[in-house]
């Protein structure tokens, strides 16, 4: 099992399981790269020739959960408990510095964003985005801090960045007074995506958490009083403005068109980057960008769970954007085991919108199996739970959005386990309960 440190080790190791994908021929970052990934499935791909650009372009390194656990170098079935690891460890982290980094072997203090392979993806977009970039900054109080942001080139050396409301970023660039030194790092390990779409409690570091999963030695910024990742292939370094300016539209998680909203301007000032750099895309509302956003949760989900029934496993299902979407799978000892399990799943992942309990003899895998769980398990007006009127993902386009405030959805949990009293309310015998089970064909 490989364990992939930086990206260029990460694709290394998929090429050599034959599946990365090599375009020799010239490819245009507008419009026609992103249709290509798409079209390919997100499978993993190195685009060698790039009009406009030196820099070869790599996507899709983490569209599946088999590539995640590949570069990670852990069972796909371990990744939940992995994540959670690294999680606990890295309130506890400390980080080990370098000098010199691969990520500063060239030092570009005339900036041209222009000079860098911005895909533009759809011809709806405000513009071409960068969609793999993690971006670290100070918060005034509380330390460091790591997160996506999708950044919209303006010019030649301007973005604009968006900044979800309440996010530790935006914390931190009000707290700042509007300006706020910011690094923006493209071409980035497993373990720093993976780190960076974490929600750790205020104060926790993601690149300790970065470094529980894999090593991640850190390198100080040239300009800016930040650390950054030293693998990186690219550091964008800078500042977060008080000026705003119209960003969007730009297709979402949920794969519907996000609306233009006033948002703050990023001035880059230098561009550290490795010698023969490559530059990393991921497609908005497509694979890597669901799992990126799921799989952070599952542990979350999975601890909550555990602290009121005996949790094996969570899963974030696409179908459901990797964010609104859960499966909690237990093992039921108390009749009221689900019901309890849908409230701490709620717990476990602000956003969760749908929740759905099953036993263990389900595959969560299988969405057709999940469906019989429900077909064969399951009286909603029993064992389906409505919560009206909550907090829910500003995200969700049926939720209820008004400008400055959290957005409001109904939740409702589905608790399709086997279940364990009949219609008068009175106990199932373990042979009641049995017969609910599939009975499987042998092999011969
Ligand atoms: C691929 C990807 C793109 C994202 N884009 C944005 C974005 O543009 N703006 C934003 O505020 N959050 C974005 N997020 C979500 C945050 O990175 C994520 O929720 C993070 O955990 C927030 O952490 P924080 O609350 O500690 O700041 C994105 C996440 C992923 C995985």
Redesign the pocket.
Known sequence: MANCRNLRELLETIKSTGRLLTFSQEVDPRLEMAALIHQFGEQPVLFEQVKGSSYPVVAGICSDRELVALGLGVPKERLLFRLAEALAAGSRGNVQEINPAPSQEIVEERVSLHTLPILTHLPGDGGPYV??GVVIVKDPDLGR?M????LMRLDETHFAV???EG????MAWQKAGGELEVAICIGNSLAVLLA?????PPGVD?LSIANALMPTPLVRCRTVELEVPAEAEMVLEGRITRQLVDEGPFLDLTETMDIVRRQPVVEIKCITHRRDALYQA?LPGGM??KL??GM?REPTIYEEVSKVCDCINVLLTPGGASWLHAVVQIRKRDPDDGRRAIEAAFRGHASLKHVLIVDEDINIYDPAELEWAIATRLQADHDAIIFPDQPGSSLDPSALHVAGEKSRTAKMGFDATIPWRNASGALHTEGERAAFRKVRYPTV
């Open positions: 969609t793999a801090n997160s996506f942001h999708r968006r900044l979800v996010r530790g970023t935006h960076a779409a974490m929600s750790p993601e991921l890597e960008h990126l956003m952070p």
